[in-house]
């Protein structure tokens, strides 16, 4: 029993830590913007078909890969950026459907590219930690977990102690105010994009190899992104860090001694109670949006 | 009717269309007629979710709503022995009960947490439909759905007389809807919606008017999702997920929502292009990517909708004077 709660505590921190790769750059994006990518699952969907292509197919060094998956779904960040959240920067709305009309454009791209069914790929390594009787901790995870620490160290760095960052939190704080203190809006919004998708794509790329990337596995890591930034309180990082960890607690524990469609029904119980009882989030300090 | 003073020329027109409805089923192929069929009941879907816009907040649990017609309506047939008929209205019935539970928690927020708390909401019910397998029939659904009873020797299994069935009900529908928008109900949900608090200092208990839209919204919701149930003949949670609440989304928002007419036009030209150009002309995997790319060019280039051109139509057809709006509804109620 013992060794069950320990394995699902390392379950719980492996997926802690993608998921708040992922919701840390929708919030950004959010923060930042005003606008809800509701493309962020694709983004992720993504980065691991980066690593289908480019270490499955050509037999690129798996490293390597990763660090391409950050810049190209970064490009991609950048992509709809500048097609249309920027002409759309009034009409969030808009701004969404667009955003969902490029989920379906990338969809259909890895749909031609490379087809419907899963996508195995031969993990880079199948060596692991046993820390104590029955409890393991494979390389893989535990790459995702050093990833998650180091990027968002990095990320909450970037944006305490550069003059990027000073102006990025500015224009989460007050678009307009921020403008007035002579930050482009355009260039931060354009960084902003590039972190955000950049973080969805390397969360894609390092787990790839352990859970077989389909075409449409962008749609259930969108609903869970959701959840953790209600829950966390849109527009704050520390918060969707925080609502992360505790929904990948909740989730795992759920689905590992119950059920997983209980353990869903749990996480959207918990999203609807955080948003009756504080619509802020349990972060959050201020309306929104 | 109302506005009898409007111009011969939209009698003509409302003639034209009705008589073009009628005869559709005679000159389409069977394929077709299945897609006429759920176009139709699509139509009765974007309407109602229109009604729930005209307060102001969006949902993002419509479908999931019309899901609950579906099933109530396919369970109170299939293990009650209830007439179809009956068990239809006694779907959306349902629908608009569940909505009128589901209003006490969810109008504590407005605008973008009523989004994702609808949507939560929604997937929570999607969910419960999913995990029990008595009376949802789990990740399966329900199967074996009584279709609408035979009358005579005219049979509703054939989408052609469905087709029928589906035109009567819906036109009914959106006569109804239509009425409710014109009423003083209608004018207090605009109310709401452009200004909540001089309305509540006049007196309007918003909450009460916000549960009333939601109510009748999912009334006809839960009617479209009992036409859906009844013709299909079976149904899953799956078919009642977010990527559909997406593709109503995109109606309303392509077609445009000022207007009664414009989510109608939005799914109409939609879904033509989507099943019927784009099929024929051989594009199948890439539909969908042929779609967002619509969807971006027009979010893009229409803001204001498919609906913002229909003045701009009429200008070129008739030379004269334009009545923006007014003239082409009545049409919609035969």
Same mark, same amino acid.
């Given at each position: 029993?013992?060794?069950?709660?320990?394995?699902?505590?390392?379950?719980?921190?492996?997926?802690?830590?993608?998921?708040?790769?992922?919701?840390?750059?929708?919030?950004?994006?959010?923060?930042?913007?005003?606008?809800?990518?509701?493309?962020?699952?694709?983004?992720?969907?993504?980065?691991?078909?980066?690593?289908?292509?480019?270490?499955?197919?050509?037999?690129?060094?798996?490293?390597?890969?990763?660090?391409?998956?950050?810049?190209?779904?970064?490009?991609?960040?950048?992509?709809?950026?500048?097609?249309?959240?920027?002409?759309?920067?009034?009409?969030?709305?808009?701004?969404?459907?667009?955003?969902?009309?490029?989920?379906?454009?990338?969809?259909?791209?890895?749909?031609?590219?490379?087809?419907?069914?899963?996508?195995?790929?031969?993990? #880079?390594?199948?060596?692991?930690?046993?820390?104590?009787?029955?409890?393991?901790?494979?390389?893989?995870?535990?790459?995702?977990?050093?990833?998650?620490?180091?990027?968002?160290?990095?990320?909450?760095?970037?944006?305490?102690?550069?003059?990027?960052?000073?102006a990025?939190?500015a224009c989460?704080?007050d678009r307009e105010a921020a403008a007035l203190q002579g930050i482009s809006l355009s260039q931060i919004?354009?960084?902003?994009?590039?972190?955000?998708?950049?973080?969805?794509?390397? !969360?894609?790329?390092?787990? !790839?190899?352990?859970?077989?990337?389909? #075409?449409?596995?962008?749609?259930?890591?969108?609903?869970?992104?959701?959840?953790?930034?209600?829950?966390?309180?849109?527009?704050?990082?520390?918060?969707?860090?925080?609502?992360?960890?505790?929904?990948?607690?909740?989730?795992?524990?759920?689905?590992?001694?119950?059920?997983?469609?209980?353990?869903?029904?749990?996480?959207?119980?918990?999203?609807?109670?955080?948003?009756?009882?504080?619509?802020?989030?349990?972060?959050?300090?201020?309306?929104?949006? | 009717?109302?506005?009898?003073?409007?111009?011969?020329?939209?009698?003509?027109?409302?003639?034209?269309?009705?008589?073009?409805?009628?005869?559709?089923?005679?000159?389409?192929?069977?394929?077709?007629?299945?897609?006429?069929?759920?176009?139709?009941?699509?139509?009765?879907?974007?309407?109602?979710?229109?009604?729930?816009?005209?307060?102001?907040?969006?949902?993002?649990?419509?479908?999931?709503?019309?899901?609950?017609?579906?099933?109530?309506?396919?369970?109170?047939?299939?293990?009650?022995?209830?007439?179809?008929?009956?068990?239809?209205?006694?779907?959306?019935?349902?629908?608009?009960?569940?909505?009128?539970?589901?209003?006490?928690?969810?109008?504590?927020?407005?605008?973008?947490?009523?989004?994702?708390?609808?949507?939560?909401?929604?997937?929570?019910?999607?969910?419960?439909?999913?995990?029990?397998?008595?009376?949802?029939?789990?990740?399966?659904?329900?199967?074996?759905?009584?279709?609408?009873?035979?009358?005579?020797?005219?049979?509703?299994?054939?989408?052609?007389?469905?087709?029928?069935?589906?035109?009567?009900?819906?036109?009914?529908?959106?006569?109804?809807?239509?009425?409710?928008?014109?009423?003083?109900?209608?004018?207090?949900?605009?109310?709401?919606?452009?200004?909540?608090?001089?309305?509540?200092?006049?007196? @309007?208990?918003?909450?009460?008017?916000?549960?009333?839209?939601? %109510?009748?919204?999912?009334?006809?919701?839960?009617?479209?999702?009992?036409?859906?149930?009844?013709?299909?003949?079976?149904?899953?949670?799956?078919?009642?997920?977010?990527?559909?609440?997406?593709?109503?989304?995109?109606?309303?928002?392509?077609?445009?929502?000022?207007?009664?007419?414009?989510?109608?036009?939005? @799914?109409?030209?939609?879904?033509?292009?989507?099943? %019927?150009?784009?099929?024929?002309?051989?594009?199948?995997?890439?539909?969908?990517?042929?779609?967002?790319?619509?969807?971006?060019?027009?979010?893009?280039?229409?803001?204001?909708?498919?609906?913002?051109?229909?003045?701009?139509?009429?200008?070129?057809?008739?030379?004269?004077?334009?009545?923006?709006?007014? @003239?082409?509804?009545?049409?919609?109620?035969?």
């Amino acid at each position: 029993m013992t060794e069950l709660i320990l394995q699902t505590v390392v379950n719980a921190v492996y997926a802690a830590s993608y998921m708040s790769l992922i919701a840390v750059g929708l919030v950004l994006i959010f923060g930042v913007m005003g606008v809800i990518n509701f493309a962020h699952g694709e983004l992720y969907m993504a980065g691991a078909y980066t690593v289908v292509a480019l270490y499955s197919q050509v037999g690129v060094p798996f490293f390597v890969t990763v660090v391409a998956g950050l810049i190209f779904v970064g490009l991609l960040g950048l992509l709809m950026e500048q097609s249309f959240f920027k002409p759309l920067r009034d009409n969030p709305l808009g701004g969404l459907i667009a955003s969902i009309g490029f989920l379906l454009i990338l969809q259909t791209s890895a749909v031609l590219g490379f087809g419907v069914r899963m996508a195995h790929i031969r993990p #880079p390594t199948q060596a692991k930690f046993e820390l104590i009787e029955g409890v393991v901790l494979t390389h893989q995870r535990l790459f995702v977990i050093i990833a998650a620490i180091v990027l968002l160290s990095l990320l909450h760095l970037f944006l305490r102690k550069t003059k990027f960052g000073w102006a990025m939190r500015a224009c989460a704080q007050d678009r307009e105010a921020a403008a007035l203190q002579g930050i482009s809006l355009s260039q931060i919004s354009r960084i902003a994009m590039f972190i955000g998708a950049g973080l969805a794509g390397v !969360a894609g790329a390092l787990t !790839a190899p352990l859970v077989s990337p389909t #075409p449409y596995m962008g749609h259930s890591v969108i609903v869970t992104a959701f959840i953790i930034i209600i829950v966390g309180g849109i527009g704050q990082l520390e918060g969707a860090v925080v609502a992360a960890v505790l929904y990948a607690f909740v989730h795992t524990f759920v689905t590992t001694f119950y059920d997983g469609v209980v353990a869903d029904i749990t996480g959207l119980l918990l999203m609807l109670l955080v948003l009756v009882i504080k619509p802020t989030g349990l972060f959050g300090t201020k309306e929104r949006a | 009717m109302p506005r009898a003073k409007a111009n011969i020329w939209s009698w003509l027109l409302g003639f034209c269309l009705l008589v073009g409805l009628l005869v559709l089923p005679q000159v389409l192929s069977y394929s077709q007629r299945e897609i006429a069929v759920l176009l139709i009941i699509n139509v009765l879907l974007v309407s109602s979710y229109r009604l729930m816009t005209l307060t102001g907040e969006w949902s993002l649990g419509h479908v999931v709503i019309m899901g609950v017609g579906a099933y109530a309506s396919a369970l109170f047939s299939k293990r009650l022995g209830i007439p179809v008929p009956i068990s239809m209205l006694l779907g959306a019935a349902s629908a608009g009960g569940v909505a009128a539970i589901l209003s006490f928690p969810l109008f504590r927020m407005k605008g973008f947490y009523f989004l994702i708390g609808s949507f939560a909401a929604g997937e929570v019910i999607r969910l419960i439909w999913k995990y029990f397998t008595y009376p949802f029939g789990g990740p399966k659904g329900l199967k074996l759905i009584p279709g609408f009873p035979d009358i005579g020797s005219i049979s509703f299994f054939e989408p052609e007389i469905y087709y029928y069935l589906c035109l009567f009900v819906v036109a009914v529908s959106l006569f109804v809807l239509y009425r409710i928008e014109r009423s003083r109900i209608g004018l207090t949900f605009h109310a709401i919606h452009w200004q909540d608090k001089l309305a509540e200092s006049v007196g @309007v208990d918003t909450f009460r008017y916000r549960m009333l839209a939601f %109510v009748l919204a999912s009334f006809f919701a839960g009617l479209s999702g009992a036409l859906y149930a009844h013709y299909i003949g079976t149904i899953n949670p799956t078919r009642f997920d977010v990527e559909e609440m997406v593709f109503v989304l995109i109606w309303a928002i392509v077609g445009g929502t000022v207007t009664f007419y414009g989510p109608i036009i939005g @799914v109409v030209v939609l879904t033509v292009m989507n099943e %019927v150009i784009l099929r024929s002309l051989g594009f199948d995997t890439a539909r969908p990517m042929i779609y967002g790319g619509i969807l971006i060019v027009s979010v893009l280039f229409l803001p204001d909708g498919l609906e913002s051109l229909i003045p701009k139509v009429k200008g070129w057809f008739s030379g004269r004077v334009k009545k923006t709006g007014e @003239v082409l509804e009545p049409e919609k109620s035969p």
